[in-house]
């Protein structure tokens, strides 16, 4: 039931295209995102603070859960970031970390832990190494660009990526994912639970 479940949410929306990861989609249901069993890249991201981590060595300290979200900015993002945070001590509980994915900027995501009292790990990917490496980059609209610019330090003013959650093990493994090119409508909190209790 759980296999059948995992491959709805895969394929909800979105066109499945023979393209790199690395290149960025016309539009969000034209990206061809990483699959269940594919291992995550490597990819250095920065924290808060500007240190750099690198996505595969976080991974491999414990399970995690990764949410690529498109900014502090979004209200959509902000709700789905606070019923994480919820949710945290459960997600904990099940053996797993939250690392949560956008092209805000470092200074940016201090925005985002303060307005939603968040504890788990943010990390920007303002240049969009990540976006683009997962598969779920495509290309914003024109009128994005003054308010991307501004949020990733004018590192990146014409890339979003599709909000998505993937679960994986120490090893990178993807084991679950979610992807909706409709920014409106996120995993919700308690089917990500039942999701990693199940995985367990």
């Given amino acids: 039931m759980m296999k059948h479940l995992i491959m709805t949410f895969l394929f909800t929306g979105i066109t499945p295209l023979l393209f790199a990861q690395s290149e960025v989609a016309v539009e969000p249901t034209a990206i061809s995102p990483l699959l269940i069993g594919e291992k995550i890249p490597n990819i250095t991201l920065s924290d808060v603070a500007g240190k750099k981590m690198g996505l595969l060595e976080l991974a491999a300290q414990k399970p995690s859960v990764i949410v690529f979200y498109r900014g502090g900015w979004?209200?959509?993002?902000?709700?789905?970031l606070a019923e994480l945070q919820a949710i945290e001590p459960d997600i904990i509980h099940t053996g797993y970390q939250i690392i949560a994915i956008s092209p805000d900027s470092p200074e940016s995501l201090q925005a985002s832990i303060s307005k939603n009292k968040l504890n788990y790990l943010l990390l920007s990917d303002n240049h969009t190494e990540a976006s683009r490496g997962f598969g779920l980059a495509f290309q914003a609209p024109e009128r994005y660009a003054e308010m991307l610019g501004k949020a990733s330090a004018e590192?990146?003013?014409?890339?979003?990526?599709?909000?998505?959650?993937?679960?994986?093990?120490?090893?990178?493994?993807?084991?679950?994912?979610?992807?909706?090119?409709?920014y409106k409508k996120r995993l919700k909190g308690s089917l990500l639970?039942?999701?990693?209790?199940?995985?367990?």
Avoid at 74 to 80: E, M, Q, T, V
Avoid at 155 to 182: K, W, Y
Avoid at 193 to 200: G, I, T
């Fill in 193 to 200: 639970l039942a999701v990693l209790k199940e995985l367990k």
């Fill in 155 to 182: 590192q990146n003013r014409n890339t979003l990526p599709v909000p998505a959650v993937f679960v994986v093990n120490t090893s990178g493994e993807i084991l679950f994912e979610h992807i909706n090119p409709d």
């Fill in 74 to 80: 979004c209200p959509y993002c902000n709700l789905h």
